[in-house]
């Protein structure tokens, strides 16, 4: 194939890979070199929502690779600045819309923070509760289109199949599927249904079973197994330099979990194990959610087993929204009803950082406040945005096939990635 | 939760052991422990000795580059450098605040080339350059979008 003529007439922003593809190649052009420029995205179905990449590519191997994001950018740190405290967890949720709960949370203890809330346990036991079901829903979708990117179409219903139940059961304790907005400042919106527990409990008695499933149509399967064994490797070193996190952080042999090394929502009083590999390629990281997925189905039983009685918010009336009961029978609530509603609540001034371990690794909420209802500056880390950086090292000098492998191992959500 | 502690030198007596303020101890410009957390405020001439000095004292993994614009008082822009230490398990925030007629500073892209995509991602919403950066465009927003959308001065809605 001829080395495209004059790339700049194609698209804008390929120019700069060309002159980064310079910079790399130390001088020299690289269309004299032979080599292509190509573009993936944004709307490919193996980039897991608009990912653009731009490849330069010498035969069918990976010389560069850069990644084009934005494609989803909304202004939610923006917006987040021009609501109440109370009114930004809706946003939240649509941040990594696949564990919406896991924000919720990361969100709520960033404020709780800043108030120096008292969350009563059973509030935190939910939020470890759903925390968990929501990595169990976040992994069950990574591994039905990673699996699907690679050609094994099956799997994909099959994931679904479950992520279903788990669609249900969020559907149950909060009215909605997806955007639940179920972890509130304070502690959680609603008490669960009855025999809304023991759903739970069906379901994680049966999911092993499935999991087992999964891995029969996958472990040793040929195809898969050439796909996925020593591709996208990438260094201890250059891991921590590039800022990844989460299961690709773990699948190169660095043992760090924030649910057990800066444990918050009462995870401390939890036992599970934090799977780590040395193997740092596509495979290990596919080996590492799956027993991640066994690990979570332990947490929420633990959960299930030891939820303690009590209330599901904190006691500050003048920051949670009162009963509906109370609000008709008694003034003193209906006035904080009002004023919560009219005018929020004022935080005292500060800066935190909150951190949760989400499905896809660290997420941060990092919040300013300077002391009136609404939050100066609200600002998520997730792991998607800086995993992405770490794209090229990955793919480099392997064949641009192995591209798709490598996206579908880091599990990003562009939501997460452009706010 | 601990009291805030606000006065530099209260900062240093309580945490003598603290190998983050250890290695800050020539930089530090104002320190504060609040709310659980140790913010350190450094000049923006020392940014990069600082992020190597604590990268040298163990915090080994930079978390976020964020910025917030303080608009109208001055110095408006105050850049958040959070880093983590895997070992000891603590993250420290470095604080450089920037005026608003000269909001540029060194990118720490040499001592973390994570700083690569936060960097691009405070130029493009917040207008602050960043000296020495390997490729600092937009990165949100359009090539040819004007303004910087996060700045205080910058409407929700209405401009545009």
Known sequence: ?419 | MEPAILDTQAVFDKFPEEPGLKALAEFVVAAKYDREELTITVARENVIAACEAVKQAGYNFLEDVTAVDWYPSEPRFQISYSILSFSLKRRIRLVVRLAGEDAALDSITSVWPSANFYEREVFDLFGVHFGGHPNLRRIMMPEDWKGHPLRKDYPVEGYR
Not at chain 1, 315 to 338: C, G, Y
């Open chain 1, 1 to 419: 194939m001829s080395p495209v003529a004059a790339p700049d007439q194609i698209n804008p922003g390929i120019e700069d890979v060309v002159a980064d593809a310079k910079l790399h190649h130390h001088g020299n052009d690289p269309i004299a070199d032979q080599t292509m420029v190509i573009n993936m995205g944004p709307q490919h179905p193996s980039t897991h929502g608009v990912l653009r990449l731009v490849l330069e590519i010498d035969g069918e191997t990976v010389v560069s690779l850069a990644p084009d994001i934005g494609y989803l950018h909304t202004g939610i740190e923006k917006t987040c600045e021009a609501k109440f405290y109370q009114q930004v967890v809706p946003l939240t949720d649509r941040i990594d819309y696949l564990s919406p709960m896991t924000n919720n949370t990361a969100y709520a203890l960033a404020v709780e923070k800043l108030l120096d809330l008292e969350i009563p346990e059973k509030a935190q036991w939910l939020r470890v509760l759903f925390n968990e079901l929501m990595r169990l829903n976040s992994h069950l979708v990574w591994l039905g289109t990673h699996a699907m990117d690679i050609g094994a179409l099956t799997v994909f219903l099959y994931c679904f199949r479950e992520r279903e139940q788990l669609l249900r059961i969020f559907e149950a304790v909060s009215g909605q599927r997806m955007m639940t907005s179920y972890i509130r400042i304070g502690g959680v919106s609603l008490e669960p249904p009855i025999g809304l527990y023991d759903q739970i409990r069906a379901f994680l008695l049966d999911f092993p079973s499935k999991i087992d499933e999964y891995e029969g149509l996958l472990q040793n399967n040929p195809i898969w197994i050439k796909r996925l064994k020593g591709v996208g490797y990438i260094s201890p070193k250059d891991a921590i330099a590039l800022g990844v996190t989460g299961p690709p952080l773990r699948a190169a042999g660095i043992d760090f979990d924030v649910r057990r090394d800066m444990p918050y929502s009462s995870y401390e009083k939890f036992q599970f194990k934090v799977p780590v590999s040395n193997d740092s390629d596509v495979w290990a990281r596919y080996v590492l959610r799956m027993q991640e997925m066994r690990e979570s189905v332990k947490i929420c039983l633990q959960a299930l087993d030891g939820m303690p009685e009590g209330r599901i918010v904190a006691d500050a009336p003048k920051i949670i929204l009162p009963d509906r009961e109370q609000m008709k029978t008694q003034m003193e609530s209906l006035i904080h009803h009002f004023k919560i509603v009219t005018e929020g609540f004022a935080v005292p001034a500060g800066e935190v950082t909150s951190s949760v371990e989400a499905a896809h690794g660290m997420m941060n909420y990092y919040v300013v406040s300077d002391g009136t209802a609404k939050p100066y500056r609200v600002h998520m880390r997730n792991a998607d945005y800086s995993n992405l950086q770490a794209l090229e090292t990955m793919c480099k000098g392997r064949l641009l096939a192995d591209v798709v492998a490598v996206i579908g191992s880091i599990d990003i959500v562009l939501g997460a990635i452009d706010r």
